[in-house]
C-alpha cells in the first residue's frame, strides 16, 4: 500500500527539513548571545542578594555582586544591562524625590559598572516607579486623579542629565508621558550630551504581565497591589494603532531604539512597527513572560531551555532587533 499510493507533487516543502544540515542552512532566524539585554536589580549595601520569589534565578543585587555580574555577562557577550533599582521604602516619597538625588543608588551602579566594564552598554529606566509611594511612575496630581504630564517630563529630564553624567550609554524613558522623548532629548543636548542614546518604551502596554517586576522593584509593595491600575498612562492592550502613533511620536521627537512591551503577547505590534520604521527596534519579554515559563518548567510540565529559546526566537522572528529578557545570561551561558 504505501509503495503503490504517490502524490504526483512538483513542491515538497519537507525535503529541505530532512537532515540537520539542510534545516540549518535554511534557517532564517538565529538569536545570538549579543542580541540580548540582561535586566539587574540593585539594592544598597553591601550584603548578600535577595532572591526574587516570583522571578526564579533572579535575585536584587548590592553593587558589588552587580558588577560582578556585569564582569561575567560581558564575558558570556552579552552587549547590554538595563539597571532597576529596588529603593528602603524610607527613601521613598510621594513626589519621588530620591529620583534626583545626585547620589541615588542606580547613579552609583552606573558609576561602578562604567569602571569596571566599560565595554558593556548600560541602559537606565526614566521612570519615578521605584521612589514614589504610590508606585506610579510619575507626579501624582490628586485633584485629577491622574498623573500630571508636563511635570513629570520636567522630573525625567533632569533624571536623564544626572545618568548621563553617570556615564549612562542609553536612557529609557518608561513612563509614557506625552512629549517625554523630545524634552529628554534637548535637556540631554543642552547638556552637551548629545551621545547618550534614548532607547524609548514606546509601545508599553497596561499589562498584567508586569507583576513580578512590581515585587522586584517593590513598587506593588508600596502600592499595596501589583495590579496597579497605570491605564491613563500606559497603552490599552486592545489598541494597534494607537501603538504606531506612540512608535510615530518617539521617532519624531528623536529616539534612537523603539521599544514593545511585553514582547510575546505582542508579537503583531512588533512585525506592524518593523515595517514602520528603520529604527532598531527592542522588545521587552517582561517579568510575567519569564514567570510563566519558570513556574511551568519547575512543575515539570514545560522543558525551560527549550521554551526559553523558542520565546526568544519569535521574538526576533517578529522583528526585534534586541530583546531585554531576564534569559540573558542562562541563553548566552548555553551557547558558551
Ligand atoms: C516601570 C517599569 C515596569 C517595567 C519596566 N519598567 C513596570 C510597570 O510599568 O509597572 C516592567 C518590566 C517587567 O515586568 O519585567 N516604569
Redesign the pocket.
Known amino acids: 500500500m504505501a509503495d503503490s499510493f504517490r502524490l504526483d507533487l512538483t513542491r515538497r516543502p519537507r525535503r529541505m527539513r530532512r537532515t540537520a544540515s539542510l534545516r540549518a542552512l535554511s534557517c532564517e532566524t538565529e538569536v545570538l548571545a549579543q542580541h540580548l539585554i540582561q535586566?539587574l536589580f540593585v539594592i544598597d549595601g553591601d550584603g548578600a542578594p535577595e532572591s526574587i520569589e516570583s522571578m526564579p534565578g533572579m535575585a536584587r543585587l548590592p553593587i558589588p555582586a552587580l558588577v560582578e555580574e556585569c564582569r561575567q555577562l560581558h564575558r558570556l557577550g552579552i552587549c547590554g544591562v538595563a539597571l532597576?533599582p529596588k529603593l528602603e521604602d524610607r527613601l521613598k516619597s510621594d513626589d519621588g524625590r530620591e529620583a534626583l538625588n545626585p547620589d541615588t543608588l542606580v547613579l552609583r551602579a552606573i558609576r561602578a559598572i562604567k569602571a569596571a566594564v566599560p565595554e558593556l552598554t548600560v541602559i537606565t529606566?526614566l521612570?519615578l516607579?521605584p521612589y514614589t509611594v504610590h508606585g506610579h511612575?510619575g507626579l501624582w496630581d490628586a485633584a485629577a486623579q491622574d498623573l500630571a504630564n508636563d511635570a513629570t517630563v520636567e522630573v525625567l529630564a533632569e533624571m536623564a542629565i544626572l545618568a548621563a553624567q553617570a556615564g549612562v550609554d542609553m536612557v529609557a524613558p518608561?513612563?509614557m508621558m506625552d512629549g517625554r522623548v523630545g524634552a529628554i532629548r534637548v535637556a540631554l543636548d543642552e547638556h552637551g550630551f548629545e551621545r547618550t542614546a534614548i532607547m524609548a518604551y514606546s509601545a508599553?502596554f497596561a499589562s498584567a504581565?508586569?507583576g513580578?517586576?512590581?515585587d522586584a522593584v517593590g513598587?506593588a509593595s508600596s502600592a499595596g497591589t501589583h495590579h496597579?491600575d497605570?491605564r491613563t498612562y500606559?497603552l490599552n492592550p486592545a489598541n494597534r494603532r494607537e501603538a504606531l502613533t506612540e512608535i510615530a511620536l518617539d521617532e519624531a521627537e528623536g529616539a534612537d531604539v523603539l521599544m514593545v512591551?511585553p514582547a510575546g503577547p505582542y508579537l503583531d505590534i512588533i512585525r506592524e512597527v518593523r515595517e514602520e520604521t528603520e529604527l532598531p527596534i527592542a522588545a521587552?519579554q517582561?517579568?510575567?513572560e519569564y514567570a510563566q515559563i519558570m513556574a511551568a518548567a519547575e512543575r515539570g510540565w514545560l522543558d525551560l531551555e527549550r521554551c526559553r529559546d523558542e520565546s526568544l526566537l519569535a521574538i526576533r522572528r517578529a522583528g526585534a532587533d534586541m530583546i531585554l529578557t531576564y534569559f540573558a545570561k542562562a541563553y548566552a551561558a548555553d551557547r558558551a
Open positions: 535586566p532597576f529606566d521612570a516607579d511612575d518608561s513612563d508599553k504581565f508586569y513580578p517586576f512590581r513598587s496597579l497605570k500606559q512591551k521587552y517582561v517579568s510575567g
